[in-house]
């Protein structure tokens, strides 16, 4: 990363990985948007809000400008939700795959997913599969905001 003609190059963000992948899990547990977490460009700290949480993390006053923070992505976002269990059924379920398609388009589809993959004994390829799927997911979202990670 290059700065301006005669400036050094930004210092690159160096955060853990595992840090990261917290962060997002975090992000998307409860509802869309219940749950918060953004990335000091500065600092390299995360800071999360919870909405089910007394008592909060005191946030900067600042949290908002993207000059210095980068909100954390949930799941969803990075279409790791409904786009993703298609695409398993896609490659793993073609015969179900309409069936996956009827289930995802009603509330408590992941109970009802999972059901499924019990009666098909694949209930663990789905989780090496979406475990795989989620880690390429948050590395691509992390080299496409210049965060280094460190192992």
Known sequence: MKGAAGEPPEAAMA???????????????????????????????????????D???????????????????????????????LAFAGEFLPNDFDKVRQIFSQRGAYARFNDLLDH????????????????EAVRAWCA???IVLVD
């Open 144 to 146: 496409e905001n210049s």
């Open 15 to 53: 955060v853990r990985f595992q840090d990261i992948m917290e962060a997002v899990e975090a992000v998307s547990s409860g509802h869309f948007g219940e749950n918060s977490a953004w990335l000091c460009k500065q600092s390299d700290r995360i800071y999360m809000q919870f909405a089910i949480d």
């Open 120 to 135: 098909r004994h694949m209930r663990q390829q789905w989780f090496d599969y979406r475990d795989k799927a989620e880690i």
């Open 55 to 85: 008592e909060l993390e005191e946030l900067p006053d600042d949290i908002e400008d993207g000059e210095k923070y980068i909100p954390i992505p949930d799941k969803r976002e990075l279409d790791l939700g409904k786009p993703l269990a």
